[in-house]
């Protein structure tokens, strides 16, 4: 049983909530979890419940409330309310109650954050915060309720939060948290230095010397006005230091990372509201019968699958029964979920292939919870079918076969929710023809010439969104480079090659890499002679590394290149004639390469059931392009994936102000959003205001909103398109 008071009292028992109903039963219930296995004398709860207000019959009601509250927790017999002199004790594992939780988080935070781990303690500290659901006890302050615990817990939040941006800025992540910091200062009043310093130093480091001068100036006028205080010495010494631009405000690279084990990965911040996710769940079932046997074999596929779990992102569950679970896309979404779940069942049938198990991997919409707690979908589809698994069998349902079709074969096809046994997996190809890349193809080949003629060695960067055509870009380089060899590896410092001259190095998808393997690259260009390094990476490798030089950045395909190559793929499908479909398209596609070749295998595989194929059909967004949106929308900041969600409800061209209207929140801050979100290119700008970037972006952005939420801001954009 869970106890939760980082936000309205609940108690959660197996996954489901437990009903207490009744003010003073949930205000003792809450007081005593503030204070666990220790004993509150009976006055204590009467002054907590009435204050100076205690009626007569106070002690009655007291005694009533007490043996509801039992009842209530009676379904769990590790926990327990005991009657002890002079008045009563809760007995509970304080790691059952979230704020305990978020403690022990704070304090694993701050350790890293001393250590210099800065991206570990941001992590850290960011899954402590993700506890908070409001207002601690907030149903019961409504009411009046006013203890010193929950004054000292709003501190602690409060303390909590400044230690993760100080995390944060010091990751080098400023852009990221201007907007987190801006909204924290003006719910203080620009009361707390420290917050104003830290959005000084944020503001200043993106370049907004002006704006960061002028949160000193209402700072230090709100503390001589209100409280007669002059700011600290801390404040004017950032703004002096702002004004000489002293090179001390650059942001330092966190030197030390602290060793995770795969139980304590960090994981990303969890949502702060309700969101529909496409979750994939990992279900690994013993056929043994004897408690000693489940128990054994459960700890053995364990021992294979929890490193993989981990190394993939995802997120071991509790045991059901004799079924080891796990589950990938929670809290925050990845590209590749379905694979990587698909994988570490592949690896662990491998590791134990006569162990007596089924294994199912499923995917399916559910609702996260911020609290973590996923609802519906992908665990009770792998409960259903396991019963369609044959011993030492892995098998998966239709949706992850949909969205894994890229690197994994399947067969036998059947049964309930399309349920496939995998064949094999595939490493990465070249997906149709090879389209208007021909000036960056020269432009690498002429790199690779001047390095062949040189002797020098020579570290290339080409940079793009996911899709676009970087790795197809390196392969063209690769194959027409014959016969220099190519050495190709992973992402650990350790297995960087020493070539031998003459080679290029193709180190694919290098965001992913960590500081040390960076600091590698360097070392092999420095150390070697005649070696052209090529890495492909997303554009946020430049914020990790400034001084790399970037050689190309690959821009979304033109309009006509789209349709010329989705016109050569449905031709290769043996689908002829589709003009208009091929126009149709080209706008869901958006000019990324991979889009295209997934749209067109939907429509190959004939995905759609009874849909026709015309221009007019509603085509879904097929599951890797989903995979691949919904991971851009949940790296972007709160504020930005609201204001998306909202211009997706919307749907036409939208100004700030009626972006601003459906989300409740302030205007200015939503035009500051905008304009980020424009740059970016996740808005589109024109003379009638912003619309969404793209199709599959508007659908993704849409199906994350819970049906209630959606439902309301349907509302308000049809009256706003009325006004």
């Not at 409330?65 to 004790?89: F, I, M, Q, W």
């Not at 700011?231 to 090179?247: K, M």
């Not at 970037?693 to 009325?722: F, Y």
Request: proline share 6%.
């Amino acid at each position: 049983m869970r106890l939760n008071v980082l936000g309205p009292l609940e108690i959660v028992h197996n996954g489901q909530s437990v009903p207490l109903h009744g003010v003073k039963q949930r205000a003792m219930l809450g007081y005593l979890a503030l204070h666990p296995n220790d004993v509150v004398s009976s006055s204590a709860l009467l002054d907590a419940l009435w204050g100076a207000d205690c009626p007569l019959t106070a002690r009655k009601i007291l005694h009533n409330a007490v043996s509801r509250v039992r009842t209530a927790l009676a379904c769990d017999k590790s926990v327990d309310l005991v009657t002890c002199r002079p008045g009563y004790v809760l007995r509970i594992d304080t790691g059952d109650i979230d704020v305990y939780r978020f403690h022990e988080l704070a304090d694993r935070g701050r350790g890293e954050l001393a250590a210099g781990a800065a991206h570990d303690a941001a992590a850290t500290l960011g899954e402590a915060l993700a506890l908070w659901r409001g207002p601690a006890l907030a149903d019961l302050a409504e009411t009046g309720v006013e203890w010193p615990e929950l004054d000292r817990l709003r501190s602690a939040r409060t303390a909590v939060f400044e230690d993760r941006m100080d995390a944060e800025l010091a990751a080098g992540r400023h852009r990221d948290v201007v907007e987190e910091l801006a909204a924290a200062v003006r719910q203080h009043g620009f009361r707390r230095e420290r917050l104003c310093g830290q959005l000084m130093l944020a503001l200043y480091r993106a370049g907004r010397q002006t704006e960061a001068l002028a949160v000193y100036g209402n700072a230090r006028r709100t503390l001589v006005e209100e409280l007669g205080l002059d700011p600290g010495a801390e404040l004017v010494e950032l703004e002096r230091a702002i004004l000489a631009h002293d090179p001390k405000l650059r942001p330092a690279r966190p030197t030390k990372q602290v060793a995770r084990s795969p139980t304590s990965a960090a994981e990303p911040s969890s949502p702060d509201v309700a969101e529909r996710k496409r979750v994939t769940a990992v279900a690994i079932a013993t056929a043994a019968d004897d408690p000693d046997d489940v128990m054994d074999v459960l700890a053995r596929v364990d021992a294979v699958a929890r490193p993989e779990v981990a190394r993939f992102g995802g997120t071991v569950l509790p045991v059901v029964g004799s079924t080891w679970l796990a589950m990938f896309g929670t809290p925050r979404t990845g590209e590749d979920d379905a694979e990587h779940a698909v994988r570490t069942a592949l690896a662990t049938a491998g590791e134990l292939p006569d162990a007596g198990i089924r294994i199912v991997v499923a995917t399916a919409p559910a609702i996260v919870r911020p609290t973590g707690q996923v609802v519906g979908g992908p665990v009770d589809r792998c409960l259903r079918l396991l019963d369609h698994v044959p011993l030492n069998g892995v098998r998966v349902c239709g949706t992850t076969r949909r969205a894994t079709a890229r690197r994994v074969t399947y067969a036998g096809v059947s049964g309930p929710l399309g349920i496939a046994e995998i064949v094999a997996t595939r490493a990465r190809h070249a997906d149709g023809p090879f389209v208007a890349r021909a000036h960056e193809l020269d432009t690498l080949l002429g790199l690779l010439a001047d390095v062949r003629r040189t002797g020098t060695s020579r570290l290339v960067t080409v940079l793009g969104e996911p899709g676009v055509g970087k790795t197809r870009l390196a392969e063209e380089v690769v194959r027409a480079a014959e016969p220099v060899r190519v050495v190709r590896c992973d992402m650990h410092p350790g297995e960087l090659p020493a070539p031998d001259e003459p080679t290029m190095v193709l180190l694919d998808d290098l965001h992913k890499a960590d500081d040390a393997t960076l600091d590698a690259v360097d070392g092999l260009v420095a150390r070697t002679s005649g070696v052209l390094v090529l890495a492909t990476a997303r554009p946020d490798l430049r914020s990790r590394r400034p001084a790399w030089p970037v050689t190309l950045t690959l821009a979304p395909l033109p309009r006509d290149k789209t349709e010329e190559l989705l016109a050569a793929l449905l031709e290769r499908c043996g689908l002829h004639g589709l003009t208009d479909v091929v126009r149709s398209l080209a706008e869901d596609v958006g000019g990324n390469p991979l889009f295209a070749v997934e749209y067109v295998r939907m429509l190959r595989d004939d995905l759609l059931g009874d849909i026709p194929v015309h221009a007019d059909a509603r085509m879904p967004v097929p599951g890797p392009v989903h995979g691949i949106v919904a991971a851009r929308l949940d790296s972007l900041s709160r504020c930005e994936k609201n204001v998306l969600q909202d211009a997706a409800v919307l749907g036409d061209a939208a100004s700030a102000d009626m972006l601003a209207a459906v989300g409740d929140t302030d205007p200015t801050d939503v035009t500051r959003t905008v304009e980020r979100l424009a740059e970016a290119a996740l808005l589109r700008k024109s003379d009638d205001g912003y619309r969404i970037g793209s199709t599959p972006l508007r659908d993704v952005a849409c199906s994350q909103l819970p049906r209630p939420v959606r439902a309301d801001k349907s509302v308000k954009a049809a009256a706003i398109r009325q006004l």
